[in-house]
């Protein structure tokens, strides 16, 4: 399974993809919402772990974005400070799951998994 | 001693509420003095209720003093006028008699005895007193006595009475003792004889008759009857002004045709009241003595019922006044606590406002460092489960697992703190500008009402129902009014105008004609802990805290003022909060 980490913490996000990838992912990190939104254009991936406060913009918009283009993709969000009513947007707009940071790598994993199951 | 600490103790249990408030210098919000306000309303009520009763009964007393003397004068000259009557009678009814006797007897009785002793008998029948009858010749010998002593031939040539009565006609004499040694007086009435001379027909009176009259007057204890002459010699015996045909101690009255009454002292300085009449046609002077004390003891008695009404109306009224004025300022007492304790608790909610944004702020920020050890840790852990060479080491698998758990704990704290901030999170709503100022205005309502300051409030009926924050407008809204009101004395006047500034926004402005804020420092006024209040009365936080509670809510806050004139705070607000706040003390 590809996955996308999208994290503005550099060493959150590298350290995160190298735990999915002891895994059996492949996962690839990135740090804005831009470089994200590149990436999901030019590689195929299966899945995406988000968090909702991004340098360049919210991501929220990101989700938002990615749920139009790839309806298929899973994103599971991972944030520091969202609040309930966050969450609950992000369901809305089709998020597989939600975590507050810090979060258990087994449940991120499950939750991915699960996605993909779907 | 003892008594008097138990009294101060029982004092104290009374002890109003008010009692000890503003008296403590780390009470910040002083109203008023209401140990002061309390005096003053003691005082006032006091002097409004009391003084009339005062008035009243000092009219009472002079009044009813006045009545009882005046009674007490016409009931002496009443009973004076009587007993001189009585008196005058007695002696003009005996000098009849003689005159009677003078014409209906013919001359022989001048030299009968016998006869001169039917006649006294006949008199003394018909007229009590007399003691003897005697007939004098011109040349002042008694040629014939009827009577108990032997006078006959005695010479009265010289005596006073004679000389008297052969000019007069007719003479009452003073008592005297005379020749018999025995108080008496004479009544005689010159009569004329065919020869061209005359002689004298004297009646001797016995006193006792006269003092009969004087005692039967019932008077009262330490009041006294009796007769003097006009040189003040006593006529009749007196129990208290002096001996017998002594001189009177008492001055004698001026002469007056009349009955009348005069005040003076006694030689012992008791003040007397004294009935006096000069009798016609004698030297008598009758005196009708009473002791003021005595006859003034019915206003004595009267005087203390008074008094007694008196002291128990004053205590009465004080103790109304007390109950009342202590009954209200307590009453105000309990309204500026509970509105204190209102303001505390608006204040103390916007202090936690303020704890929770700042624990916000720490939880994120140490969020995403605890997630990098968190994932940091996690990939260790991953290495020694997959590694060989660590797999068999538990000694560091257990660290980690340590570590991990703590992180673990960690986040849930943060958790729970942004939860907490969360409480406080606005929340946007539409409001009307109108009732969210009433609203703060009837927490100031009463502070206004005291220091008499005057609220005018100038909202137009089309203005807008803005969409904001509920709680974040009524802050800033009482902020800046308390501001205000702390800046005027009293008799001040505040606007609070609100107009439409644009399609987008609304203008509020409140204006207090209080004591101004300079140039300087209206530059620093936002900033925090900024005060001119000096350290026990503000912080330093509520316009700092208003300028960041109208920029969450996307407004601008401006401040003019000119020292010694006013200040106006203006507000400049959207009319569609879009939901996002603008959170300054956040980083990203």
């Not at chain 1, 831009?34 to 030019?42: D, E, F, V, W």
């Not at chain 2, 960041?548 to 003019?560: A, M, N, P, T």
Request: charged share 25%; aromatic share 8%.
């Amino acid at each position: 399974m590809n996955i996308l980490v999208v994290d503005d913490e550099k060493k959150f996000a590298r350290v995160l993809a190298e735990r999915l990838r002891l895994r059996g992912f492949r996962a690839t990190p990135v740090f804005d919402g831009t470089s994200a939104l590149a990436q999901l254009q030019m590689v195929h991936f299966n899945g995406m772990i988000l968090d909702l406060r991004l340098p360049d913009m919210e991501g929220i918009q990101v989700l938002r974005q990615t749920r139009e283009k790839f309806s298929d993709m899973k994103v599971v969000i991972l944030s520091g400070h969202a609040t309930r009513e966050d969450f609950n947007a992000c369901r809305e707009l089709g998020a597989a799951a939600c975590f507050h940071k810090p979060a258990k790598i087994s449940e991120l994993a499950k939750a991915l998994t699960d996605g993909n199951k779907e | 001693m003892n008594i008097v600490s138990r009294l101060i103790a029982v004092a104290a249990q009374y002890k109003p509420r008010f009692w000890n408030a503003g008296t403590s210098k780390t009470q910040g919000q002083i109203l008023f003095n209401y140990r002061k306000f309390w005096f003053a309303s003691v005082t006032l009520r006091s002097l409004v209720s009391l003084v009339p009763i005062a008035i009243l009964f000092m009219f009472t007393y002079v009044l009813e003093n006045k009545a009882i003397r005046n009674e007490n004068h016409l009931h002496t000259i009443r009973l004076t006028s009587n007993t001189r009557r009585t008196l005058t009678y007695f002696f003009e009814e005996r000098l009849d008699a003689l005159k009677f006797i003078v014409q209906e007897e013919k001359f022989e009785f001048l030299n009968n005895r016998l006869l001169l002793q039917d006649i006294l008998r006949n008199l003394q029948r018909g007229f009590g007193g007399i003691i003897d009858l005697g007939v004098i010749n011109a040349a002042g010998l008694q040629i014939n006595y009827a009577g108990p002593f032997d006078l006959k031939d005695k010479d009265y040539r010289n005596q006073r009475w004679f000389v008297n009565c052969v000019q007069n006609g007719s003479y009452l004499s003073d008592v005297f003792l005379g020749y018999r040694n025995t108080p008496h007086l004479i009544i005689a009435l010159k009569r004329p004889t065919p020869d061209g001379s005359f002689h004298i027909l004297r009646v001797t009176l016995d006193v006792t008759k006269i003092i009969q009259i004087l005692t039967s007057l019932e008077l009262s204890e330490r009041s006294e009857a009796f007769l003097c002459n006009r040189d003040g010699l006593l006529q009749t015996p007196s129990k208290y002004y002096g001996e017998f045909l002594q001189r009177v101690d008492l001055p004698i009255p001026a002469y007056s045709d009349r009955t009348q009454v005069m005040e003076t002292v006694d030689k012992t300085g008791n003040p007397i009241l004294i009935g006096y009449a000069y009798l016609d046609n004698s030297p008598y002077i009758l005196m009708l003595v009473k002791r003021s004390k005595e006859i003034m003891k019915g206003w004595y008695t009267l005087r203390q019922e008074i008094n007694w009404v008196f002291g128990i109306s004053v205590i009465l009224t004080l103790m109304v006044v007390l109950g009342i004025s202590t009954f209200m300022v307590n009453k105000i007492y309990d309204a500026d606590q509970t509105r204190l304790k209102a303001m505390e608790r608006l204040e103390s909610s916007s202090r936690l406002i303020s704890i929770g944004r700042l624990a916000a702020g720490v939880a994120h920020e140490i969020n995403n460092p605890l997630a990098v050890i968190g994932e940091n840790a996690g990939l260790i852990d991953d290495i020694f489960n997959l590694k060989k060479e660590y797999s068999g080491d538990r000694q560091l698998q257990e660290l980690i697992a340590t570590v991990l758990e703590s992180v673990e704990r960690c986040g849930e704290i943060t958790r729970q703190l942004l939860e907490f901030a969360r409480h406080f999170e606005p929340k946007i709503q539409s409001l009307e500008l109108k009732r969210i100022i009433a609203g703060v205005l009837s927490f100031l309502k009463k502070e206004a009402s005291y220091r008499n300051i005057r609220i005018q409030m100038d909202i137009p009926d089309d203005f807008p129902v803005i969409d904001t924050d509920r709680s974040s407008l009524q802050q800033i809204f009482l902020n800046l009014i308390n501001n205000a009101f702390q800046a005027m004395d009293k008799g001040g006047r505040l606007e609070i105008r609100a107009a439409r500034q644009s399609q987008d926004l609304i203008r509020v402005s409140i204006t207090d004609n209080g004591c101004g804020i300079s140039e300087e420092d209206q530059q620093k006024i936002f900033e925090p802990f900024f005060t001119t209040k000096g350290m026990k009365e503000g912080t330093g936080l509520g316009l700092s805290i208003t300028y960041g509670l109208v920029r969450k809510l996307k407004g601008e806050i401006s401040v003019q003022s000119t020292m010694g004139q006013g200040t106006t705070f203006t507000v400049i607000l959207p009319i569609k909060h879009g939901g996002d706040f603008r959170n300054e003390t956040l980083a990203g």
